[in-house]
């Protein structure tokens, strides 16, 4: 199993910006998928999921009404749209999956929101 996270960068506080999240070795289309977020000094917070076919969503309550999460079958990935970013958004972004009995995660990708 292998998870690629992109997307991420420096954007300023109002930005919007799309985070990828590529995946292989497992059956994506039937897999449901997560985004979490680790800043500096806390520790990693779920951000959001996808069902496995995309029907169904839910955010944690920071993120709400700001950002998206969906999905292309076709191109195995999962992604976050985020918008009107505040600086406490900043955070490296991971995407994750329970495949098995286990946990999987990309490398994540970094966000930082800044004038």
């Known amino acids: 199993v292998q998870l690629v996270e992109s997307g991420g960068g420096l954007v300023q506080p109002g930005g919007s910006l799309r985070l990828s999240c590529t995946g292989s070795?497992?059956?994506?289309?039937?897999?449901?998928m997560r985004w979490y977020r680790q800043a500096p000094g806390k520790e990693r917070e779920w951000v959001g999921f996808?069902?496995?076919?995309?029907?169904?969503?839910n955010y944690a309550a920071p993120v709400k009404g700001r950002f998206t999460i969906s999905r292309d079958a076709v191109k195995n990935t999962v992604y976050l749209q985020m918008s009107s970013l505040k600086p406490e958004d900043t955070a490296v972004y991971y995407c994750?999956?329970?495949?098995?009995?286990?946990?999987?995660w990309g490398q994540g990708t970094q966000v930082t929101v800044s004038p």
């Open positions: 994750n999956v329970y495949y098995r009995d286990r946990d999987y």
């Open positions: 070795g497992f059956t994506f289309y039937s897999s449901g």
């Open positions: 996808i069902n496995n076919y995309g029907g169904s969503t």
